[in-house]
T-cell receptor, first 116, second 112 residues
Framework: DTGVSQDPRHKITKRGQNVTFRCDPI?????LYWYRQTLGQGPEFLTY????????KSRLLSDRFSAERPKGSFSTLEIQRTEQGDSAMYLC??????????????FGPGTRLLVL | DAKTTQPPSMDCAEGRAANLPCNHS???????VYWYRQIHSQGPQYIIH???NNETNEMASLIITEDRKSSTLILPHATLRDTAVYYC?????????????FGTGTRLKVLA
């Protein structure tokens, strides 16, 4: 399978704990995106990387959230001191800059976080 | 901030064509329309995209009006597996790439 993969698929944690999610993009894709999706809503953009550079962050990304893509391949999203409001599906997507006008994002299966 | 408006839900009989409308009246000349669907508990799946011409692939057809203010996604022979939430997105340039701003989508239910 050469699609976007995410790990873990499900995470249950207690309020105040730190969690980290991993995303592996499609191998030739140099752009990587994180989105968050709450129940009944469409995904909301969080942040975007081109190679290892984080080029845009949404105002939704509070100080407790940090994302990295150290070697321009996989990415991690860490949430510190989790709150119940962080419960959501966290989606990763990737795309290739060589797509030009036809550039399309492909999504992974998501990590579903539940904060108790 | 979503640039699109879709009906919240639709039903379609199995084997019939499903026509999902989308309004995007503020679309700019170089903004593409993208369609994705999301089956329960999975990530969004790319379906099709277009700029101004009608497009067809193995999954669906996309009809864009001449003024580009609306479009329709057509699933020609809906099956039970097409039951999902369908998102119409206007792809917006940002920071050297493109941002997707999702709305709440249309929940399509295919009935046996």
């Amino acid at each position: 399978d050469t699609g976007v993969s995410q790990d873990p698929r499900h995470k249950i944690t207690k309020r105040g704990q730190n969690v980290t999610f991993r995303c592996d993009p499609i191998s030739e894709h140099n752009r990587l995106y994180w989105y968050r999706q709450t129940l009944g809503q469409g995904p909301e953009f969080l942040t975007y990387f081109q190679n290892e550079a984080q080029l845009e962050k949404s105002r939704l990304l509070s100080d407790r959230f940090s994302a990295e893509r150290p070697k321009g391949s996989f990415s991690t999203l860490e949430i510190q001191r989790t709150e119940q409001g962080d419960s959501a599906m966290y989606l990763c997507a990737s795309s290739s800059a060589t797509g030009g006008w036809e550039e399309t994002q492909y999504f992974g299966p998501g990590t579903r976080l539940l904060v108790l | 901030d979503a640039k699109t408006t879709q009906p919240p839900s639709m039903d379609c009989a199995e084997g019939r064509a499903a026509n999902l409308p989308c309004n995007h009246s503020t679309i700019s000349g170089n903004e593409y329309v993208y369609w994705y669907r999301q089956i329960h508990s999975q990530g969004p799946q790319y379906i099709i995209h277009g700029l101004k011409n009608n497009e067809t692939n193995e999954m669906a057809s996309l009809i864009i009006t001449e003024d580009r203010k609306s479009s329709t996604l057509i699933l020609p022979h809906a099956t039970l597996r097409d039951t999902a939430v369908y998102y119409c997105i206007v792809r917006t340039p940002t920071s050297g790439t493109y941002k997707y701003i999702f709305g709440t989508g249309t929940r399509l239910k295919v009935l046996a």
